[in-house]
């Protein structure tokens, strides 16, 4: 299996009883931004020298978002999750509340705060490295962070957790580096790998929008090709979407961001309105004013919480796509590598 059988199950089950009842909006990953996206380099000033006392998310609202969205997939994100306080309180709360959990992290912090979270079967580190140590320190402005967010993953194998390492696709992006560092990732027993397409935040003109597009199509083509054989844990439709070999609609009301200020709406990348709570934020926001084509904004957007959510609900659904998906769960195994076969 691709992923854990608990989380195939949860997930499946969950997805199915949606459809039974024919909501057609609903939440498939929650993600908690305790820290409201801010780490300690932002964390008590405002750039200018002067003291700030920047709002964070008690335990107390994180789980009430958690249990206002019975989603069976949680990620806790934002700036760097384990500067958290509470972490420990928090992440044990939401894997006794049965939730699968992802928490992202940098990796720098992971051997630190190692002890405060025990190996569940329902937990993932979700480590983010954008290729090897001269690209990802360069990517990061950070010499020194590819070593540590290695040392991190080494730590948490060592003790026994599941892994998977999170890579930004960029326009100009070497899939040969991203290459190498799976090789390196693969011998470390790195568990899965998950890509994320890079949002260019500045406005482009529609020349420049379509040569991004084309640059961002070529590159998840090579990561097809390169890194199709590795547990990649994106599924076939979305990476077809990514390719430029079918549309999707942004679904981004299935990736919900809970952090200090509410609901971010219509999505944390546009973040141009907040929400009391997510019947709200489902209530209040017209979804059919955001996507590719719909809003300038999202001319540039390919992200996961929008088009990954709408391939995993089945929208803009085609002939095969139900076997298609059955095939890629089954043909992967945790931190293994197919040898020999035709990557797709």
């Keep these: 299996m ?57 335990v107390e609202q994180c789980l ?31 894997l006794e509340r049965g939730r699968q959990l992802f928490l992202c992290t940098d990796g ?81 027993h790195v568990d899965g790998y998950l890509l994320t397409p890079h949002y260019p935040e500045q406005k482009l003109c529609s020349e420049g929008s379509a040569k991004f597009h084309s640059q961002m199509h070529q590159r998840f083509r090579e990561a097809s090709d390169l890194l199709g054989d590795y547990n990649l844990m994106i599924s076939p439709i979305y990476l077809e979407y990514l390719r430029g070999e079918r549309e999707l609609d942004c679904s981004a009301w299935g990736g919900p961001v809970y952090g200090p200020q509410g609901w971010a709406g219509p999505c944390s990348i546009l973040n141009s309105n907040y929400a009391n709570s997510y019947q709200a934020l489902l209530e209040e926001t017209v979804w059919e004013n955001y996507g590719r084509g719909l809003n300038p904004r999202c001319e540039n957007c390919q992200c996961r919480a929008g088009y990954e959510t709408a391939a995993l609900v089945g929208m803009n659904p085609k002939a095969g796509d139900w076997w298609k998906m059955l095939a890629w769960q089954l043909g992967g195994n945790l931190g293994e590598k197919r040898e020999g076969e035709r990557k797709t």
């Design 64 to 94: 009430a978002a958690v249990e206002e969205c019975k989603t069976p997939i949680v990620s806790i994100c934002g700036g760097e999750p384990l500067e958290y306080p509470e972490i420990a309180t928090l992440t044990r709360a939401i």
């Design 108 to 188: 720098t912090l992971i051997r630190r705060r190692l002890h405060m979270i025990p190996p569940y079967t329902n937990f993932f580190w979700n480590v983010k490295l954008d290729g090897t140590r001269e690209a990802h320190d360069t990517r990061a402005n950070r010499t020194g962070l590819f070593a540590e967010a290695i040392d991190g993953i080494k730590a948490a194998k060592n003790a026994g957790f599941f892994v998977v390492v999170s890579s930004t696709i960029y326009a100009d992006a070497q899939m040969n580096d991203l290459a190498g560092l799976y090789e390196r990732l693969h011998a470390m």
């Design 2 to 58: 691709r992923y854990p059988i608990g989380l195939v199950f949860d997930s499946a089950k969950y997805l199915a009883g949606k459809r039974l009842r024919g909501e057609r909006k609903f939440p498939v990953v929650l993600s908690l931004d305790p820290l409201g996206g801010c780490s300690s380099a932002c964390r008590g000033n405002d750039g200018n020298g002067s003291s700030v006392d920047w709002p964070m998310l008690s």
